[in-house]
């Protein structure tokens, strides 16, 4: 089951539709997959490294402001699996999911045994990435932990603008580019905004790269197999001004699941159909969706009955 369900009408909209976090969490806890996509980020990050983490020496004090940040919002809304012990500039932090504690002293890089970033990144499922807040150079992606990417890198990525990095999907820089940079620009401390973005893969796999887009291209979905084997994912994406430094916090929290186990209704395969068929055919290819269009419209029309 996921936790949100995007489609809220039947007609495709090109918006951001962010809303202000409010009381909820900037990190969540899936426990049923905590250990398994925990682990599958140390194997990513051990085999590659540069390809999922990447970060230089003068970003270090916007990722302590990352460990900060995240550790307190964690061990508040998570106290059951984690605890945080400060005294001073000297951090405990316990993590009972993964029967691990750490002691580090806040703000000394050396007493972590990796960055910041890359340390914080590993207890928690979303990926985390780090813009400069700086409007003047266009808030460049500077920072990231980004093992779970949907059909990105971060060699792609790292140093491009806001702007720049949104530069291949279509229609976004008609329609959202202006109002986006204002929302980063007029982002506040301590009022965090978030939002969820979707889309429909034909493979399960989390770290979806470039490197993998072959898989996509060779799955055959047809009307007897898509509710199986198409997926929908969602991505629960929090965007924060960080405390001390200004930067731009982006985290991203990604769940799937196969259409059969979300379309509980006929009005929920008549909302995803209307959004899909209304949706530019320039967009549809950016997410993959051209590729099993109409096995997908058979099987949500066989649904919406």
């Given at each position: 089951?996921?936790?949100?369900?995007?489609?809220?009408?039947?007609?495709?909209?090109?918006?951001m539709g962010?809303?202000?976090?409010?009381?909820?969490?900037?990190?969540?806890?899936?426990?049923?997959?905590?250990?398994?996509?925990?682990?599958l980020k140390q194997?990513l990050?051990a085999?590659?490294?540069?390809?999922?983490?990447?970060?230089?020496?003068?970003?270090e004090p916007?990722?302590?402001?990352?460990?900060?940040l995240?550790l307190?919002?964690?061990?508040a809304?998570?106290?059951?699996?984690?605890?945080?012990?400060?005294d001073?500039?000297?951090?405990?932090?316990?993590?009972?999911?993964?029967?691990?504690?750490?002691?580090?002293?806040l703000?000394e890089?050396a007493?972590?045994?990796?960055p910041?970033?890359?340390?914080?990144?590993?207890?928690?499922?979303?990926?985390?990435?780090?813009?400069?807040?700086?409007a003047?150079?266009?808030?460049p992606?500077?920072?990231?932990?980004?093992?779970?990417?949907?059909?990105?890198?971060?060699?792609?990525?790292?140093?491009?603008?806001?702007?720049?990095?949104?530069?291949?999907?279509?229609?976004f820089?008609?329609y959202?580019?202006?109002?986006s940079?204002l929302?980063l620009e007029?982002?506040?401390p301590?009022?965090p905004?978030?939002?969820?973005?979707?889309?429909l893969?034909?493979?399960?796999?989390l770290?979806l790269?470039?490197?993998?887009?072959?898989?996509?291209?060779?799955?055959?979905l047809?009307?007897?197999?898509?509710?199986?084997?198409?997926?929908?994912?969602?991505?629960?994406q929090?965007?924060?001004?960080?405390p001390?430094?200004?930067?731009?916090?982006?985290?991203?929290?990604?769940?799937?699941?196969?259409?059969?186990?979300?379309?509980?209704?006929?009005?929920?395969?008549?909302?995803?159909?209307?959004?899909?068929r209304t949706?530019?055919?320039?967009?549809?290819?950016?997410?993959?969706?051209?590729?099993?269009?109409?096995?997908?419209l058979a099987?949500?029309?066989?649904?919406e009955i």
């Amino acid at each position: 089951m996921l936790p949100y369900f995007p489609f809220v009408d039947d007609t495709f909209k090109m918006l951001m539709g962010v809303t202000a976090l409010h009381d909820r969490g900037l990190i969540e806890v899936d426990s049923e997959r905590y250990q398994e996509e925990i682990a599958l980020k140390q194997a990513l990050l051990a085999d590659v490294y540069d390809q999922y983490f990447q970060a230089s020496l003068e970003t270090e004090p916007a990722q302590w402001d990352v460990v900060e940040l995240l550790l307190q919002d964690m061990a508040a809304r998570y106290p059951h699996y984690f605890e945080l012990i400060i005294d001073g500039k000297q951090w405990t932090w316990r993590n009972r999911l993964l029967n691990d504690e750490t002691r580090f002293i806040l703000g000394e890089s050396a007493s972590l045994p990796l960055p910041p970033l890359d340390w914080v990144g590993r207890q928690m499922q979303e990926d985390l990435l780090i813009l400069s807040g700086n409007a003047a150079d266009e808030m460049p992606l500077v920072a990231g932990q980004l093992c779970f990417p949907n059909g990105w890198c971060l060699d792609d990525k790292m140093g491009k603008s806001f702007l720049g990095i949104h530069h291949e999907v279509p229609l976004f820089a008609h329609y959202l580019g202006r109002s986006s940079s204002l929302l980063l620009e007029r982002l506040k401390p301590e009022r965090p905004v978030w939002r969820v973005n979707w889309s429909l893969k034909a493979t399960p796999r989390l770290n979806l790269t470039p490197h993998f887009f072959s898989e996509e291209q060779e799955a055959h979905l047809i009307l007897e197999n898509i509710g199986t084997r198409c997926f929908l994912r969602l991505e629960r994406q929090t965007l924060s001004r960080l405390p001390r430094t200004g930067c731009i916090l982006f985290t991203i929290h990604t769940y799937q699941a196969p259409l059969d186990t979300v379309i509980e209704s006929a009005d929920v395969a008549r909302r995803i159909a209307g959004v899909v068929r209304t949706m530019p055919e320039e967009m549809q290819r950016y997410k993959g969706i051209a590729l099993f269009l109409d096995p997908l419209l058979a099987y949500l029309a066989a649904k919406e009955i």
